[in-house]
Each structure stands twice: as structure tokens, then as C-alpha cells.
């Protein structure tokens, strides 16, 4: 396939056929490949792509980790089920509802405020309890 100019149509076969090509070199290799976004011109295309080992974390991954243990520390919050709730993630820009945790039962996920993340899963008021 000869590419004369890239348009919407083009790119999205591009995504498919770089897809396909990475999966096969990611099995072969042990890493795992994403395409993102993808811009173009008529005359030339620009594509992000992650790599990660597979089973890994990506880097955004790691930073909702890091701060969700932050958190946690500082507002002695539970990582562990709590009544059928897990906290799974802090969002530091949101600032309304940072938190969110994940309903075991229904594997639903929820977001939070700071007051509704200490009442669920904070460790003084389960000490209390």
C-alpha cells in the first residue's frame, strides 16, 4: 500500500497495521505496545506509542499509585476492603471528588470526596467501631 497523502482513513488503517505489526514483535520480545493519539498533515503524521514490559505499569499508573499511598498516609485511609469497598485511585486534580474506590460486589467504580474517603475507609473511625 502506497500512501500518497494521510487522511482520517489513512491513519485509522495506519493504527490497524501498526497494531497488528507491534502485537507480533511485543509477543516475540515480552512487551506490550499502545498507539495513541495520532496527528496529522497531508504531508505527515505524528503517533505517540507506549512501551511497557508486559504485566507492568504504565507511567500514569504508577502515578495514581504513588499518590493513592500518599494519601492514604496522610489521612490513615484503609487499602484493603472495607465493607465491600476498595479504595482504588486518587485523582490530584480533581479537587470535589479526588478520591475513588471500587464497589467489590457490582466491580462498579465510584469517585469521592475527602470526608466520604475518612468516613469509608479511614482506620480511626474503624478503630472506634
Do not use: W
Not at 502506497?2 to 495506519?14: N, Y
Amino acid at each position: 500500500m502506497t500512501i500518497a497523502t494521510f487522511d482520517k482513513a489513512v491513519c485509522q488503517s495506519l493504527r490497524a497495521e501498526l497494531t497488528a505489526l507491534l502485537a507480533k514483535y511485543g509477543e516475540a520480545h515480552g512487551v506490550e505496545f499502545a498507539i495513541g493519539n495520532i496527528r496529522f498533515t497531508s504531508e505527515s503524521a505524528d503517533l505517540k506509542l507506549s512501551v511497557k514490559v508486559k504485566g507492568g505499569k504504565t507511567i500514569e499508573a504508577q502515578k495514581v499509585d504513588a499518590a493513592l499511598q500518599l494519601q492514604a498516609k496522610l489521612n490513615d485511609l484503609l487499602l484493603t476492603e472495607v465493607s465491600g469497598k476498595v479504595l482504588t485511585g486518587y485523582n490530584s486534580r480533581s479537587h470535589k471528588y479526588p478520591f475513588i474506590y471500587k464497589e467489590v460486589s457490582t466491580g462498579k467504580f465510584y469517585k469521592c470526596n475527602k470526608a466520604s474517603a475518612l468516613y469509608y475507609f479511614g482506620k480511626k473511625l474503624r478503630q472506634a467501631a
